[in-house]
Each structure stands twice: as structure tokens, then as C-alpha cells.
């Protein structure tokens, strides 16, 4: 932080020694230019711009677009009104008033006119100021998202948009504050320009510019706005996917690093939270010993070995007859196939059905090692002296650390707890022998700084989840989804590609979701309406 402080101080400095004389042409003092934060109210009154463009200027992301426009402003106050000075302002990063300060006669413009010029100044300017609002609300207040994957299958479809919610759980301060805004972790339609990842395939341009290429960046504190409400148990949320290494969503390198905010989007459901002992058996998730009750509108499905009859089975009737999620088979010659997504309803109905000769479910059995669970990393000279048996269908129990609790580590925890204390609390951790040693420090306890979560799929048998990579800390929570404004079958065509029994639902509540997308279609007319009246009066 101390570092942080210093390098704001030294810019500081920098812009005064590069536009001290601007501001003394314009009629306040040159030293004023030298003041943190008052300098930034001297120089927008010197851009004739209201003060309150300062709040969008220490807002991060939003900063990254007004600063170029800043720049622009302060040439413009001093007569370089040129295209090829609005290029030099830009693509100097500022450096270009500097050079006026120094090597013109520049003369200043008192209440200078800041209303466009020309209509492309007038579509410039109203193209600015609204990618400013949409990335304020995407950053701060409501984000849009897309469905991928069928994890949640039932309660959110693939196809499904949504709005997440960021002030539900309080929205984080960008940890990547000079990024483009409006997208993720790259630019899109950028391959061309990119070079290729280590793959050696073509890539998009990163979105950002993270602590590697900018070590400052390192040293900005994690916050996070004050929400309404906390995590409750079974709610769904958007969260940061922990261990993504994965450049884009195309193309994963094991050594990339990226920051949190920047890390793929995910949607599961928080069966475990802070505090809570969860242990998963034949499938179903267990809280401190009690079966987890899920809410009405959760379905869970397994994934099923059928044998058909000899004729076999029509897969594709199969799964829109019976509502299965997806299918993998025939696994052998005998018709034996393996359906993924079977709910309990569906299971019903298909044991009824003729075709099939016998059904059971498919999965692992208690005390069998699954290599693809959580945890993963053991020390080399430990790995021979204890082992989690745990696989997707028997799992843990395991306990979900809060806030300021502590806990003994020892080496049969460590593989637990290692990625929490090492990576997501920023620590340095190593082994010493039979030793535990903590930033320096021999030690055989740890206190958490922040919240954890357990986040599941409903589909148990066809979901990578926490099982997979284990807990979610709370600083990777991006939101709570909680609106449903479009959904797309792909598998469908024409206007039966959307599912408007879904549009305009909400995510949580009881009962089956009710679509207010009527309600939204007569709200549209009646503001149009009265539009229409007001223009004509």
C-alpha cells in the first residue's frame, strides 16, 4: 500500500512539472498544479468541465475512458483544436500538453464553448458519456450473462440471459482498473492483431493490463462495497471460476495468470457456506449431518446406465420424451447407454417405458480415490502417509472456514487448506520437512481472512464444481443472478428457438417462475404513448 501511495505521489509530480505553466496562462497559481486532488478541481475548471467529472476520474475502469478525453479537453483550452492534435493528446497518453506547456506560446480560452462543433463531435461525445454510464452500471450495479453449461439444468437452462445482481452481496472495485470496458478477460475481433498464446494458435487481445506488465497494480487493496444481504445457503451465484488458467475461453496455459475479476464467469449453487460441515453421499450434499433442502425449483439429476431391448433406444426421443439433459452412448455392443441429467421425475417415467430392460444409477463407490477431486496437491515427501478417498459421489465431510476462524494445520489437512492460505490469502507457504512455515514463520495454526464457500451443479453427475477445485473464497464472488431476460433453445428453429415461457422470470423465489414479459411489452406502450403525446403537445 505504502508502494501504491508513493507512485500516486510521483505522477502527481509528473503532471505538475508538465502543466504548471498551463495553469498558470489560465489564470491560477503554477503551484496549484502540484496538490493531489485539489490540482484535479483547478484543472477541470481550467477545461471548463463541472467538478463533479472528478468522481468519474477516481471511479476504476470509468477513469480509463474520461482521462484520454481529459487530455483532449486541456489541449482544446489552449487552441490546439486539429484532429492531428486530438491523435497527439491520445497517443502520446497526455505527453503532448506537456509539450505545449514547454515549446508553444499558448494562449488560453476563458468559459470556453464545450458544445460539439459537428455532428461527429455531437455522436463522439454521446457514445463517450454512454459507455461510461453502461460500464458504471455493468461494474457497480447490474451485469448481463449467458448460461454455457447445463450444471444447473432445470433451474437455469443453457441459453439462458441473465442479470446479475452486483449489490445484493455489495460490488467489488474493479481489481484491474485499466481495462477496456464492457468486456471480459479479452477483446473480441481482435485475433488478427494478437500474437499467438502458447499453444501456438492465434488469440485475442487482452482486455487489461494486469500486475505483470504493470507492478503497481500489485499493491491495489481489495474493496468491496457494502451489500444488503449475504449468501444464504442454496442461493445461486455468479462467481470468478478460482483455478482458471485459461487465457480465453478457448485456449488454457497452466502458467497464465490472471487477476480475479478477470478470471471466467460461473454460475453453480451455494450448497455450503461459511461455517458449515458438508459432506456429500451417493450424490446428495449433507449440511452439519442433515440432507440439504434444496427450494421447489432446484432439480436434481444423476446420470443413469440403460439397458435397452434389443432394438435399442432412439437417443434422441429418449432425451425429449423424458427431459434428459444429455447422453453419452451406446457404451457397448449390449445397447447399455449412459444418460446424464435424469431427475427424479424423469426416472419414473422412464422405468415405464418398454424399451428400456433395466436402470441404475451411475456412480463410484464409497472409499475409491478419484484423482480429478479436490484436493489434488500433496507435498512429495507426504504423499505416501495419507490419502483422501473421496470421489463426486462420496465426498468429504469437510468444514467451511469463516471469517476470523482459526484452525490447526498439520499435514494431514495441509492439501486442504494450501491453495487457500497460499493463493486466494496471498501468503508465503512451505513445507520444511515435517514443518509448516507461513511467511517466515514456524507455525501450526491459521486464522482466515475472508469468507469461504461450497458452490454445486444440480447436476451432480455432469458438473465441475467445487468437488473438482474445492472452495470458493468470497472476494471471487461477482453477484447474485436474479433475472432472466432471454432464453434460446439452439437445438430449435425459427421462433421456437425462444422459450418465452421463460423470458422476464426470476431466478429465486417458490412455485413455478412466472414470465412478466407481457407486463414489460404493455409497459413499452404506455411510455411510448406518452411520449408521443408529450412531443405533440
Known amino acids: 500500500m505504502n508502494e501504491f501511495l508513493i507512485t500516486l505521489l510521483i505522477l502527481n509530480t509528473i503532471h505538475g512539472i508538465g502543466t504548471w505553466k498551463l495553469y498558470n496562462i489560465s489564470g491560477n497559481k503554477s503551484w496549484q498544479s502540484f496538490i493531489p486532488v485539489y490540482n484535479v478541481f483547478i484543472l477541470l475548471k481550467i477545461i471548463n468541465r463541472p467538478w463533479w ?79 461510461i454510464a453502461a ?64 499453444m501456438g494458435k492465434p488469440k485475442n487481445l487482452r482486455s487489461y493490463i494486469n500486475k505483470e506488465q504493470l507492478p503497481i497494480l500489485a499493491e491495489l487493496p481489495y474493496m468491496r462495497l457494502q451489500g444488503f444481504q449475504k449468501i444464504k445457503r442454496n442461493d445461486i451465484v455468479c462467481f470468478n471460476w478460482p483455478v482458471d488458467t485459461m487465457v480465453n475461453m478457448f485456449y488454457t496455459d497452466k502458467n497464465y495468470y490472471k487477476p ?24 446428495y450434499v449433507y449440511i452439519n449431518g442433515k440432507p440439504n433442502q434444496l427450494p421447489d425449483r432446484a432439480k436434481l439429476q444423476f446420470s ?19 427431459d434428459i439433459t444429455d447422453r453419452f452412448g451406446p457404451i457397448n455392443s449390449d445397447y447399455t447407454y449412459r444418460f ?43 504423499s505416501r502417509e495419507f490419502s483422501y ?58 486464522t482466515f481472512k475472508q469468507d469461504y464457500y461450497w458452490l454445486m451443479g444440480d447436476n451432480r453427475s455432469n458438473s465441475q464444481d467445487s468437488r473438482s477445485w474445492g472452495f470458493v473464497p468470497f472476494d471471487h464472488v461477482v453477484g447474485k443472478p436474479v433475472f432472466k431476460w432471454l432464453s434460446i433453445d439452439y437445438n430449435a428453429k425459427g421462433f421456437n428457438k425462444i422459450r418465452w415461457d421463460r423470458m422476464f422470470t426470476t431466478v429465486h423465489g417458490e412455485g413455478k417462475p412466472t414470465s412478466y414479459f407481457l407486463h414489460f411489452i404493455v409497459l413499452i406502450i404506455i411510455w411510448n404513448l406518452i411520449s408521443y403525446f408529450r412531443r405533440n403537445k
Open 135 to 198: 460500464t458504471f452500471v455493468h461494474t457497480y450495479f447490474i451485469q448481463p450473462y449467458t448460461i454455457p453449461t447445463s450444471s444447473l439444468e432445470k433451474s437455469l437452462l443453457v441459453g439462458d440471459f441473465l442479470f446479475v445482481s452486483k449489490f445484493h452481496y455489495g460490488a467489488r472495485v474493479p481489481m484491474t482498473p485499466i481495462a477496456a470496458p464492457m468486456v471480459h478477460d479479452s477483446i473480441p475481433f481482435t485475433k488478427g492483431i494478437a500474437v499467438k498464446n502458447p
Open 389 to 446: 478417498n473421496w470421489n463426486n459421489d462420496f465426498f468429504g465431510p469437510i468444514y467451511i472456514h469463516k471469517k476470523n476462524t482459526s484452525i490447526n494445520i498439520n499435514k494431514d489437512n495441509f492439501p486442504i487448506y494450501k491453495r487457500l492460505i497460499e493463493v486466494y490469502e496471498d501468503n508465503d507457504l512451505r513445507i520444511d520437512g515435517d514443518k509448516i512455515i507461513i511467511n517466515g514463520v514456524e507455525t501450526d495454526q491459521y
Open 53 to 131: 467529472w472528478i468522481f468519474i476520474i477516481i471511479i476504476p475502469v470509468l477513469n480509463t475512458i474520461i482521462i484520454p478525453v481529459i487530455w483532449v479537453e486541456l489541449s482544446r483550452s489552449f487552441r490546439k483544436n486539429t484532429y492531428t492534435d486530438t491523435f497527439l493528446s491520445i497517443c502520446s497518453l497526455g505527453f503532448y500538453n506537456y509539450y505545449i506547456n514547454y515549446f508553444t506560446k499558448s494562449e488560453y480560452i476563458e468559459n470556453r464553448d464545450v458544445n460539439p462543433k459537428s455532428t461527429n463531435g455531437e455522436w463522439t461525445s454521446s457514445i463517450i458519456f454512454a459507455v
Open 340 to 382: 446424464y441429467g435424469i431427475s427424479d421425475a424423469s426416472l419414473k417415467k422412464l422405468k415405464k417405458d418398454t424399451n428400456v430392460q433395466w436402470i441404475i444409477k451411475d456412480t463410484l463407490t464409497k472409499g475409491l480415490r478419484d484423482p480429478s477431486v479436490f484436493p489434488h496437491n500433496m507435498p512429495y515427501n507426504w
Open 304 to 322: 443413469y446406465l440403460v439397458q435397452a431391448k434389443s432394438r435399442g433406444l432412439n437417443q434422441k426421443v429418449m432425451i425429449n420424451n423424458y
Open 260 to 283: 480475479i475479476d478477470k478470471k471466467t464467469n460461473y454460475v453453480k449453487r451455494a450448497v455450503g457456506i461459511a461455517g458449515d460441515t458438508l459432506e456429500v453421499i451417493n450424490g
